[in-house]
């Protein structure tokens, strides 16, 4: 079974969400709405970068100070 993780920078600092996925564009939809519920609003994903050339380890890179990386994991 797939499930998907997430890590954040949230205005330069690390967040840890505890949280699990049954599909990245969950994960993905949480994130923006975990901005938005801290006052990031209007944020837009500028780049997504393969980690480890693996293509289910994908880091959203939205500006200097934002960003997230949603992971891919196998039980």
Avoid: P, Q, W
Avoid at 34 to 39: D, L, P, T
Wanted: proline share 0%; aromatic share 14%; charged share 30%.
């Amino acid at each position: 079974m797939k499930f998907y993780t997430l890590d954040a920078v949230v205005k330069g600092k690390n967040v840890n969400i505890e949280k699990v996925f049954t599909s990245r564009n969950d994960a993905i939809d949480y994130m923006f709405k975990y901005y938005n519920k801290h006052f990031i609003y209007g944020l837009e994903v500028k780049e997504e970068v393969s980690i480890d050339d693996n293509r289910h380890n994908v880091e959203y890179i939205c500006d200097h100070s934002d960003r997230f990386t949603i992971n891919r994991v196998i039980l």
